[in-house]
């Protein structure tokens, strides 16, 4: 039941996203009650690198995790660091 939660959540929380990873970039909105803990690992999991800075610091790394105040339906972009895409 717990894993059929997680799908539905990630599914409603995403309402638009663009990848175009060969620029090491990729762009999204989310939903209503979406927080940075999704958003990074959905960074995370797209650009396929721990290594990775959002272009307006919605979000940050401290210790505990990754903290800050997303806006339904703004678009954030997430970038990679590194060179190996």
Known sequence: MKLLSTLVLALVS????SHNVSNGCISFSVSSGTGCAWMCQYCQDNLKTTNYYFTDNVCKYQPG????NPIAGKQYTCCSNSQEL
Request: with cysteine.
């Open 14 to 17: 995403i309402v638009s996203a």
């Open 65 to 68: 995790g990754c903290v800050g």
